[in-house]
């Protein structure tokens, strides 16, 4: 488990939307640190993937603020998100299948990208140069995520596992300071769930600030600095695993749906 420190480099500030008047969040806060791992958990329809949408600029929050790296950047679109230094992936998978392993990579670089499109339509040297360029440090990333040898593979001929870490190493191509993960061990066997849980912390402690949405409570439990629960679109409790794990109200809306969920066999 990584260890942060630093000034928060992500604030949330009472944030809420509604939707056809009913509230899908309300009032909700945290802050996340350089190097922490800050999970979101909560039964289905809490309003964790809705809080991931409003945070990274898909939906435009009614009320609260959010700060990236000191700026507010409350509903700022994706893109402009992106190249202040916030990434993110998504529960369902957005990998074009029919490119290669290393083309899903290489389209991630497109935001830090400076050079013009007429000089990359007429193939000018310097379109070439940092063609190459963006290629390497794909292959860097490829590497990085255990996914080297699959560089040239179609992408939609992975399995699922490696799927979800190629989408990590798409969003990491923006040198991200803070990185939203959906669900990134969703539909992972327990090989590959493995693999991701430290993949995830050693991005941690290279210095990113890591903002989770996860339904796997052991991995949440392990890897998590801090942990926000919510019920119902508002947050409920929050603390360290330890303290999270104890608490009758997170027990009975989501730890004890799971135990109960166990015990019927599903």
């Not at 945070?55 to 994706?78: F, N, Q």
């Not at 998978?93 to 670089?109: D, T």
């Not at 803070?178 to 693999?195: F, I, K, Q, S, W």
């Not at 439990?221 to 019920?231: A, E, G, K, Q, T």
Request: hydrophobic fraction near 45%; charged fraction near 20%; include cysteine.
């Amino acid at each position: 488990m990584s260890t942060e420190t630093g000034r928060p480099l992500l604030v949330v500030e009472g944030l809420g939307i509604v939707f056809g008047g009913l509230r899908a969040v309300h009032d909700v806060g945290f802050a996340l640190k350089p190097g922490e791992i800050v999970s979101i958990i909560g039964p289905n329809g809490a309003g964790k993937t809705t809080l991931f949408n409003m945070i990274s600029g898909l939906y435009m929050p009614a009320s609260g603020s959010v700060r990236l790296d000191g700026e507010v950047v409350t509903g700022m679109a994706s893109h402009l998100l992106a190249r202040r230094g916030l990434s993110r992936t998504f529960q369902n998978l957005q990998i074009f299948p029919a490119m290669s392993v290393l083309e899903n990579v290489m389209s991630g670089f497109h935001l830090k990208e400076k050079g013009s499109l007429f000089a990359d339509l007429l193939n000018w040297p310097t379109a070439r140069s940092r063609t190459r360029a963006i290629e390497a440090a794909a292959r860097a990333l490829l590497a990085r995520v255990g996914l080297e040898r699959a560089a040239e593979r179609e992408a939609g001929a992975l399995s699922y596992g490696s799927l979800k870490r190629l989408e990590i190493a798409r969003a990491l191509a923006l040198s991200p300071k803070v990185l939203l993960l959906d669900e990134p061990a969703a539909g992972c066997n327990a090989t590959e769930t493995e693999e991701i849980d430290r993949l995830i912390e050693e991005i941690a402690h290279e210095g990113t600030a890591i903002l989770l949405v996860e339904h796997d409570m052991k991995m949440v439990m392990r890897i998590s600095n801090h942990i926000v629960v919510l019920d119902h679109g508002e947050k409920i409790a929050e603390g360290d695993p330890a303290t999270v794990s104890r608490d009758p109200r997170v027990i009975e809306a989501y730890l004890g749906v799971q135990q109960e969920g166990s015990h019927a066999g599903g």
